[in-house]
């Protein structure tokens, strides 16, 4: 047992590592892409169009001759940004629901919660693009969307939470020494049930990056020209038979920087819950 | 029992009619104007004045907002769901049409990866910490990770580009008259939906089984020597299987989600194709009644899910 025991928690630490290093150059190449990425992500060369690797294309050209390194590059940018803006946003309006809910409970309670259920009575993926196709795609609006698709599950944890936490003795202390409920919410109740939603949003940060892809992958999401790894797939699969190169690269970088925020969401849960500790 | 079937079935109605609001108001706060859209503009860019009242009233938006939600919901129920704005057809056909193929794909990639995921996960259990088990945990950790659309296209490369061994995609085969074409058009799309699932109940199944493990009665069932398949099958599956059957189910309407991306990576005639083809042409009533559709079918198989819960685990009753 003592062994195996060994063996499972390095292979734990190892997959943190391999995720904090996954994120950590993703997170530099978004932030320094105009310094790393060799050629100009957006402009067209015909005349390099559908190039294989090589040394001027490291991945390619696509059909309209852009740099496919370039582009995956910025990519990262977007992917980031609203995997991260969108879970944080569900996080603010999902808290604010939640700790509303569960502390004032009764009607208000009903009301709110109803609403989360109806909201979450729709597939994530189908109610995005629904909401993408009036909206439009830019990426605040694609932030948005992925934010107001996620709230539910974020007023759900916090909700809960705050059911229990308001029977606690040092609540009820508080409330004893005359102190307002939007203090309480503020100031008590909400960074006591901080630590399930940490956990949960980076696991949601995936999920929101995999939403992202899907929905520029169909053609919905952030408006090309603008470099995304979804819109890359898209692209790409157009001339799948003659470049099939160009499929890859964008789709191993969804993959590992979404495989990278699980192991790391896993890793905050060993960190921040023990109780919860090797039961996935 | 039936208390319960009929009061779950009671508190599905005001989600539904949440929903069905929702759907409404997606289209009614659309930006663009649909009897503009039909009534179409002259040379100068304006709209006949004449023409533009008579089809707004001709499509009922001259009445109050109330009015018009309770007849829309009135005409969903008798089957009476609208022409599309651009192509003219009816709607209800072709989204019952096309929900036929939508319906096989889920069902069969469900069974897929309802198979291939416990038996796989029961596996893992048994020879646990071995290079199978390993094998089957990279798999079930990758497989959630990996975007499906992605893997869609890399199995075509693979499949149909380089190897030539299948089609890229469509589908005209039926299961009966033409089983071999059937099933070669079902196999990679099936696959792609089905790894999710599969995924996600290997892990469960891997860890429910081994939670099981640690139980006294198991211990007791090895004390007495019985054979390790008995006790597997006899005693610590029944036990664990329990919360995997509510997750496969459950994960039936995430299923029915995902079918949008995978008919289009294969180009399948279903209502997720159909979905996006009319959120491409801006054709919002086609994607509002598609929408309403699928997320009802998700509600449902939910609905379903629930019941077969409580009447496979005889601790739970709730009248």
Same mark, same amino acid.
């Given at each position: 047992?003592?062994?195996?025991?060994?063996?499972?928690?390095?292979?734990?630490?190892?997959?943190?590592?391999?995720?904090?290093?996954?994120?950590?150059?993703? *997170?530099?190449?978004?932030?320094?892409?105009?310094?790393?990425?060799?050629?100009?992500?957006?402009?067209?060369?015909?005349?390099?169009?559908?190039?294989?690797?090589?040394?001027?294309?490291?991945?390619?050209?696509?059909?309209?001759?852009?740099?496919?390194?370039?582009?995956?590059?910025?990519?990262?940018?977007?992917?980031?940004?609203?995997?991260?803006?969108?879970?944080?946003?569900?996080?603010?309006?999902?808290?604010?629901?939640?700790?509303?809910?569960?502390?004032?409970?009764?009607?208000?309670?009903?009301?709110?919660?109803?609403?989360?259920?109806?909201?979450?009575?729709?597939?994530?993926?189908?109610?995005?693009?629904?909401?993408?196709?009036?909206?439009?795609?830019?990426?605040?609006?694609?932030?948005?969307?992925?934010?107001?698709?996620?709230?539910?599950?974020?007023?759900?944890?916090?909700?809960?939470?705050?059911?229990?936490?308001?029977?606690?003795?040092?609540?009820?202390?508080?409330?004893?020494?005359?102190?307002?409920?939007?203090?309480?919410?503020?100031?008590? *109740?909400?960074?006591?049930? *901080?630590?399930?939603?940490?956990?949960?949003?980076?696991?949601?940060?995936?999920?929101?990056?995999?939403?992202?892809?899907?929905?520029?992958?169909?053609?919905?999401?952030?408006?090309?020209?603008?470099?995304?790894?979804?819109?890359?797939?898209?692209?790409?699969?157009?001339?799948?038979?003659?470049?099939?190169?160009?499929?890859?690269?964008?789709?191993?970088?969804?993959?590992?920087?979404?495989?990278?925020?699980?192991?790391?969401?896993?890793?905050?849960?060993?960190?921040?819950?023990?109780?919860?500790?090797?039961?996935? | 029992?039936?208390?319960?079937?009929?009061?779950?079935?009671?508190?599905?109605?005001?989600?539904?009619?949440?929903?069905?609001?929702?759907?409404?108001?997606?289209?009614?706060? #659309?930006?663009?104007?649909?009897?503009?859209?039909?009534?179409?503009?002259?040379?100068?860019?304006?709209?006949?004045?004449?023409?533009?009242?008579?089809?707004?009233?001709?499509?009922?938006?001259?009445?109050?907002?109330?009015?018009?939600?309770?007849?829309?919901?009135?005409?969903?129920?008798?089957?009476?769901?609208?022409?599309?704005?651009?192509?003219?057809?009816?709607?209800?056909?072709?989204?019952?049409? &096309?929900?036929?193929?939508?319906?096989?794909?889920?069902?069969?990639?469900?069974?897929?990866?309802?198979?291939?995921?416990?038996?796989?996960?029961?596996?893992?259990?048994?020879? &646990?910490?071995?290079? !199978?088990?390993?094998?089957?945990?990279?798999?079930?950790?990758?497989?959630?990770?990996?975007?499906?659309?992605? #893997?869609?296209?890399?199995? !075509?490369?693979?499949?149909?580009?380089?190897?030539?061994?299948?089609?890229?995609?469509?589908?005209?085969?039926?299961?009966?008259?033409?089983?071999?074409?059937?099933?070669?058009?079902?196999?990679? +799309?099936?696959?792609?939906?089905?790894?999710?699932?599969?995924? !996600?109940?290997?892990?469960?199944?891997?860890?429910?089984?081994?939670?099981?493990?640690?139980?006294?009665?198991?211990?007791?069932?090895?004390?007495?020597?019985?054979?390790?398949? &008995?006790?597997?099958?006899?005693?610590?599956?029944?036990? @664990?299987? #329990?919360?995997?059957?509510?997750?496969?189910?459950?994960?039936?309407?995430? /299923?029915?989600?995902?079918?949008?991306?995978?008919?289009?990576?294969?180009?399948?005639?279903?209502?997720?194709?159909?979905?996006?083809?009319?959120?491409?042409?801006?054709?919002?009533?086609?994607?509002?009644?598609? #929408?309403?559709?699928?997320?009802?079918?998700?509600?449902? @198989?939910?609905?379903?899910?629930?019941? /077969?819960?409580?009447?496979?685990? +005889? &601790?739970?009753?709730?009248?």
């Amino acid at each position: 047992m003592g062994f195996r025991h060994t063996l499972r928690n390095l292979m734990r630490v190892r997959l943190a590592k391999f995720a904090a290093v996954v994120l950590g150059v993703t *997170l530099v190449a978004a932030v320094f892409a105009p310094w790393l990425a060799p050629h100009d992500p957006t402009k067209a060369k015909p005349w390099d169009s559908l190039r294989p690797p090589s040394a001027t294309y490291w991945l390619g050209a696509d059909r309209l001759g852009r740099d496919q390194l370039s582009r995956l590059i910025y990519g990262a940018r977007v992917s980031l940004l609203i995997g991260v803006g969108g879970v944080g946003i569900a996080v603010l309006l999902g808290m604010s629901i939640g700790v509303t809910a569960g502390w004032y409970r009764g009607v208000c309670d009903e009301l709110l919660m109803r609403v989360m259920d109806g909201l979450s009575a729709f597939p994530a993926l189908l109610l995005a693009l629904s909401l993408v196709a009036i909206v439009g795609g830019t990426v605040l609006n694609i932030i948005l969307v992925v934010g107001i698709v996620g709230t539910p599950w974020v007023a759900r944890v916090i909700r809960s939470q705050v059911l229990s936490l308001r029977e606690r003795e040092f609540i009820v202390a508080v409330r004893g020494l005359g102190a307002k409920p939007g203090r309480i919410m503020l100031k008590h *109740l909400l960074p006591n049930c *901080l630590a399930p939603v940490i956990v949960q949003a980076s696991l949601a940060v995936a999920a929101a990056i995999l939403l992202e892809a899907a929905l520029s992958f169909l053609g919905v999401g952030v408006k090309p020209p603008t470099p995304t790894w979804g819109g890359m797939l898209r692209h790409a699969f157009e001339t799948v038979s003659q470049a099939p190169w160009l499929t890859v690269s964008p789709g191993v970088m969804i993959f590992l920087v979404v495989l990278a925020f699980n192991f790391f969401g896993d890793a905050l849960r060993d960190v921040l819950d023990p109780k919860l500790r090797g039961t996935r | 029992m039936q208390k319960y079937f009929v009061r779950r079935l009671l508190n599905m109605i005001p989600t539904l009619l949440l929903v069905s609001l929702g759907v409404f108001a997606l289209v009614r706060w #659309l930006p663009s104007d649909p009897a503009r859209l039909l009534a179409g503009v002259d040379e100068s860019g304006a709209v006949d004045p004449v023409l533009y009242a008579k089809i707004k009233k001709d499509l009922g938006f001259d009445q109050p907002v109330l009015v018009q939600y309770i007849s829309w919901l009135g005409g969903i129920v008798s089957g009476n769901w609208g022409k599309s704005y651009l192509s003219g057809m009816e709607v209800f056909p072709q989204i019952v049409h &096309r929900l036929h193929f939508t319906v096989q794909l889920g069902l069969v990639s469900w069974l897929l990866g309802v198979i291939v995921g416990i038996s796989l996960g029961t596996v893992s259990a048994v020879r &646990r910490n071995s290079p !199978i088990d390993i094998a089957v945990t990279t798999f079930a950790i990758s497989g959630v990770a990996i975007p499906h659309f992605w #893997l869609g296209m890399m199995l !075509i490369v693979v499949f149909a580009v380089w190897l030539g061994w299948l089609p890229y995609g469509g589908f005209n085969a039926s299961l009966f008259t033409s089983p071999l074409l059937w099933m070669q058009q079902m196999l990679l +799309p099936t696959f792609v939906l089905g790894t999710g699932l599969a995924a !996600i109940l290997m892990r469960q199944t891997r860890a429910a089984l081994l939670e099981v493990f640690r139980e006294p009665y198991v211990l007791t069932a090895r004390a007495k020597g019985l054979k390790e398949s &008995r006790v597997i099958w006899g005693h610590a599956m029944k036990n @664990s299987l #329990l919360p995997v059957v509510t997750i496969a189910s459950l994960q039936f309407g995430t /299923l029915i989600g995902g079918t949008v991306v995978t008919e289009t990576v294969f180009t399948l005639p279903g209502v997720g194709k159909f979905i996006i083809d009319a959120v491409l042409r801006r054709d919002y009533l086609v994607v509002q009644m598609g #929408l309403l559709v699928l997320t009802v079918a998700v509600m449902l @198989s939910n609905f379903v899910a629930d019941v /077969l819960y409580t009447y496979l685990d +005889p &601790r739970i009753r709730y009248d």
